[in-house]
C-alpha cells in the first residue's frame, strides 16, 4: 500500500525548515517530491540562472518578467525581514534528498507556463489593480510584524486564499487552483513507482491537492493545465477602434474647412504628445537618453499599429546600450533591495520597454480628450461640417 505525506510549508519560514527535516526523519520516504519546476530549482540550487538575453528581448513578454521579478522580489523582501532566504524550505528538502541519496521529485508547472497563463487569465481590471498592488509593496515602508510562523495555520491560509480570490479570481485560479491539480497529477504518478511518496508544496496547495488526491477523478487532463492561453482580443480591439477614431477625425478636419494649418497642427501634435510622453517614462525608468528619444521618433507610428509597440524599439536601444549578460537573471533574483534590481542592465531594458509603452498608452488617451480644446475648434461642429462635406464630395464623385 502506498503512503503519503504532505508537508505544507510557508517558503520564507525557518519554522516550515524544521518541520521538513523533521518529517522526513520520521516519515522515512523512498521520494521527495517538492514544489518547483526544473528553472526553480535551479536557481535554489544556484547551478543555473543564465538567459538567453536574445530570446527575453524578441519575446516581447516584457510586462509578464517584470511582474514575476517583482512579485519574486517582494517574497525575497519578506524572507530578508525575518532572517529566511525564500525557498529555504524547498532548499532543506532537497538538502535532507541529497544527503540521504534519496530521488528527488519536481512537481509543480513551469513558472513560465503558470505566469503565462496568469497573466492572460486577468481581465484589465484585474490587471490594473495588481499592478497597483505591486507598486505600492515596492514603495511602502510599513512597519507591520508579519508572523510568517502562523501563515501555514489552516485558518490564516484559508482567510488569505479567500482574499486572494476576491482580490483576483482570476489569477486565483491560474496560480492556486490550476497548480492544485497539476500538483495531484503529478503526485498520482509518483505513487505508482513509489510506496512512501513525502511532498513538500505551500500550504496554499495542501487543502486543494488533498481534494484532488480523494477523487482524482477530478483533476483536469494536464494538458489543459498546460496549453498556452490565446491572449484576449481587447488590446486589438481597442487598437483597431484607435486607428479607425483616428484616421475619421483628421478626414473630417480635412474636409471641415477650418483650414489646413488645423491639420497640420493636427498630425504634429499626435506626434509630439505620443514622443514626449513615451520619451519621459522611459526616463522615468532611468532609461538611456538615446532609447528614450528613440521611443519619441516611433511612438505616433506604432500607436497606429496594432501588431509593434514603442516600447519594442526603445528596450532593443538600451539593451545594445547596457549590454546585459546571460548571469542577469541571477543577479535579479538574488537583488536584496529594488535599488539593486535596476542596477542589472537587464532588468533596465525589461523596465524600459514596460514604461514606454505605457507612456505611448497614455498619449493615445490624452491625444482624443484634450485635441480639441488645444486646436480650439468645437468637435461638434467640425465633425458634422467634416462628415456633411465628405458626403457632398462622395455624392459629387459618384454622379
Known amino acids: 500500500m502506498v503512503e503519503l505525506k ?12 524544521d518541520e521538513v527535516f523533521l518529517a522526513i526523519e520520521e516519515f522515512q520516504p523512498d521520494v521527495i517530491a517538492i514544489e518547483l ?17 536574445g530570446e527575453i528581448i524578441e519575446s516581447g513578454n516584457f510586462t509578464q518578467m517584470l511582474v514575476q521579478w517583482i512579485l519574486a522580489y517582494i517574497q525575497r523582501r519578506i524572507g530578508m525581514d525575518v532572517g529566511v532566504e525564500p525557498g529555504a524550505d524547498m532548499k532543506a528538502a532537497i538538502d535532507s534528498a541529497e544527503s540521504r541519496g534519496l530521488p528527488i521529485a ?26 497597483y498592488a505591486l507598486v505600492v509593496s515596492l514603495i511602502g515602508t510599513s512597519e507591520q510584524q508579519i508572523d510568517i510562523d502562523a501563515l501555514t495555520g489552516d485558518d490564516m491560509v484559508t ?20 497548480r492544485d491539480a497539476y500538483l495531484a497529477y503529478q503526485i498520482n504518478l509518483l505513487k505508482k513507482y513509489h510506496e512512501r511518496v513525502l511532498a513538500v508544496v505551500g500550504a496554499g496547495h ?34 483597431v477602434i484607435v486607428i479607425v477614431v483616428f484616421a475619421f477625425m483628421i478626414a473630417t ?5 477650418v483650414g489646413l494649418d488645423v491639420l497640420l497642427w493636427a498630425l504634429v501634435y499626435w506626434v509630439l504628445i505620443h514622443g514626449v510622453l513615451t520619451a519621459v517614462f522611459t526616463l522615468i525608468a532611468r532609461g ?21 509597440a514603442a516600447g519594442w524599439f526603445s528596450a532593443i536601444c538600451e539593451a545594445k546600450i547596457r549590454k546585459p549578460s546571460p548571469g542577469d537573471i541571477k543577479k535579479i533574483f538574488e537583488a536584496g533591495s529594488f535599488k539593486e534590481m535596476m542596477n542589472v542592465p537587464l532588468f ?52
Not at 482567510?159 to 492556486?176: D, T, V
Not at 491537492?209 to 488590446?235: A, D, H, M
Not at 525589461?350 to 475648434?377: C, D, E, Q
Open 37 to 53: 519546476d526544473r528553472p526553480r530549482f535551479e536557481a535554489v540550487k544556484r547551478q543555473g540562472a543564465d538567459a538567453n538575453i
Open 6 to 17: 504532505l508537508v505544507g510549508t510557508a517558503h520564507v519560514s525557518q519554522k516550515s525548515v
Open 348 to 399: 533596465r531594458v525589461v523596465l524600459v520597454a514596460v514604461l514606454a509603452n505605457v507612456g505611448s498608452a497614455l498619449g493615445t488617451i490624452i491625444y482624443f480628450i484634450f485635441i480639441f480644446p488645444i486646436l480650439g475648434v468645437d468637435p461638434a461642429v467640425l465633425i458634422m461640417n467634416g462628415w456633411n462635406n465628405m458626403i457632398h464630395a462622395v455624392e459629387s464623385l459618384s454622379g
Open 159 to 178: 482567510k488569505a486564499l479567500e482574499e486572494f480570490r476576491s482580490f483576483s479570481p482570476n489569477g486565483a485560479r491560474a496560480l492556486i487552483d490550476e
Open 106 to 131: 519536481l512537481i509543480d508547472r513551469d513558472i513560465r507556463i503558470t505566469i503565462h497563463r496568469f497573466w492572460h487569465s486577468l481581465g484589465i481590471l484585474e490587471k490594473l489593480k495588481l499592478i
Open 206 to 239: 495542501k487543502k486543494g491537492i488533498e481534494k484532488y488526491l480523494l477523487e482524482p477523478e477530478t483533476i483536469p487532463p494536464v494538458e489543459s493545465l498546460t496549453e498556452q492561453l490565446k491572449p484576449r482580443n481587447w488590446g486589438r480591439i481597442f487598437e
Open 253 to 257: 478636419i480635412a474636409f471641415s474647412g
Open 288 to 308: 538611456h537618453p538615446i532609447s528614450a528619444l528613440v521611443g519619441f521618433g516611433v511612438s505616433w507610428f506604432t500607436a497606429l499599429h496594432p501588431l509593434i
